[in-house]
């Protein structure tokens, strides 16, 4: 419980003397025992249809407890990882513990994202396949989200990477749209299922006309395509309704559900019922 309270300021450990590269230096270092020491945990946020609030699907989400630095958020571990490689063990046990926890949550799919880095790694697909398989789970269940940085940098190489991953039957998501450079014709190219709205354009929806016409066009897009569109970081009732009237068709954000160790979504799933429709919690309020 306190795990979930302590969710969205994970970033306690800014002293203002450890800034920049040395800063960096350390926790790249610290990361490396992370895994040994059981410092890393996965924690999942629910993802729910707009029309009945019925959970869909569940977003997996890094957390590092660092024994030295307390909780650190990926926002700053996650480029670090990158740069020291050890994002290839991060992702192989998040998708692992993925595996595990799925077990107890049939019907359900999982999003798990994917660091660029980790698919320009040539084994990449192979082993998500082979821990996959060792839990006894079908790629169908995953959707690997991806963002549209890495598609822009070396189309060509990740055309065919995300065409072998869907061949595979991993479901492909692209997170964060919108922030990137990819243009409408780009993204044709590319044989996604899902498309994320960042938050950012959802943090705007209601007062800035601009950010309204931006996320129809997003839906509008996303409909023509036939690829199901969800926006990310729903906070308000407001926004929600916002949404519902644009027809968006899936959301996710702390007003539905904010992200919750894996026994906290058994227990949510199992309080919701059959329908898992989102009754109770903030956003029961008559919609
Ligand atoms: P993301 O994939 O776009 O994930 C959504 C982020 O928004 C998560 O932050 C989530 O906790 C947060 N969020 C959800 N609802 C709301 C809301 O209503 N308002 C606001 N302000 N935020 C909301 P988190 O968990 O801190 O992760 C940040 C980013 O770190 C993720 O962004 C993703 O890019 C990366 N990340 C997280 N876990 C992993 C992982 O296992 N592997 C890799 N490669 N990257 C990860
Ligand atoms: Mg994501
Ligand atoms: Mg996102
Ligand atoms: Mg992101």
Redesign the pocket.
Known sequence: QAKNSA?RE?VPYHSGLETGALHKKRLGFALRTAIDEKSLS??Y?PIVRASDLAVVSL?????WNSKEFGPV???DF?PVAEETGF?HD??RF?FQQACEDMANWPGLKIS????PA?LRDPNFANDLAAIARRNGVVPNRFKL?L?EGLLVRNPTIAKRKLARLKSMGFGLSL??FGTGFSSIGYLRQFPFDWL?I??SFISELGTNPTANALIQSMIALGDAMDIAVVA????TAEQLKLLRLLQCEFV????LA??MAAADITALLARLGEGRRMFSGPSDSGY
């Open positions: 969710e994970a996965v924690v946020q977003e997996a989400l890094v957390r958020s990926p926002a996650i994002i991060i992702g998040v798990v994202n994917v660091s980790q989200e963002t997170d964060d994320k960042d938050k990310e970081g729903i906070e996710q954000g702390y007003h904010k992200p």
